[in-house]
C-alpha cells in the first residue's frame, strides 16, 4: 500500500484469455480493508523478494556502512553435475578450519554483491551490510540502502535499473 502497510497471499496465474486473477489472502501486517485493497495503487513483490522486503522493512535489522577490502578466500575444487571440475571460492575468515584439498587464497574474495539488485560491491563502491543475527552478510549498495533500506521503503526496489 502507499503508506507501506502490506498484504502477503497467493496470486493465482490466469488461464488464457481470463481478465480477472484471484487473490487468496494470507496476512496482512495491519487492517487493510478489501475496499483499500481494490481501490489502492499496490506494489507487487514476487514470491523470492520475501528476504529482500524483509531486509528493506525491518527497522530492527542493523545495518553498517563498510569501505569494502578484498578478504582471503577459501578455495576448493568441486565437481559439477555435467561431471566437469569448478573452482568453489568461499569467505575465509581467521580462525576457520581449512579442510583437506582447500587452500586459502589472499585477496581472493574481492567483491560481495548487493542482495537487492545484484550492483557488485568493491574496493571501488561502498556497501552497507547487515549485523543482526540471522539477516547477518546481507549487503546492500549505496543506491539500495539510501533508497530502500535506510527508509524502510521496499517500493525504490522495483525502478528499472537503468533509471537509477
Ligand atoms: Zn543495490
Redesign the pocket.
Known amino acids: 500500500m502507499p503508506d507501506l502497510r502490506s498484504v502477503h497471499g497467493l496470486l493465482l496465474a490466469s488461464s488464457g484469455e481470463q481478465e480477472l486473477r484471484r487473490f487468496e489472502r494470507h496476512w496482512t501486517t495491519a487492517d487493510i480493508t478489501d475496499e483499500e485493497l481494490l481501490t489502492s495503487d499496490l506494489y507487487y513483490f514476487g514470491a523470492y523478494q520475501q528476504r529482500e522486503l524483509y531486509l528493506a522493512l525491518d527497522p530492527d535489522i542493523h545495518w553498517i556502512e563498510v569501505n569494502f577490502t578484498s578478504q582471503k578466500a577459501l578455495q576448493s575444487q568441486i565437481i559439477g553435475t555435467d561431471g566437469k571440475s569448478y573452482r568453489k571460492m568461499e569467505l575465509y575468515r581467521e580462525g576457520d578450519a581449512v579442510p583437506e584439498g582447500s587452500i586459502v587464497v589472499e585477496g581472493a574474495w574481492d567483491h560481495e554483491h ?1 542482495t ?2 545484484m ?1 557488485r560491491i568493491d574496493e571501488e563502491h561502498i556497501g552497507y551490510t547487515s549485523t543482526t543475527t540471522y539477516w547477518a552478510d546481507n549487503w ?2 549505496a ?2 540502502y539510501r533508497n530502500s533500506v535506510e527508509p524502510h521503503d521496499p517500493r525504490p526496489l522495483l525502478t528499472n535499473y537503468a533509471d537509477r
Do not use: I, V
Open positions: 548487493c537487492f539488485c550492483n546492500a549498495c543506491w539500495c
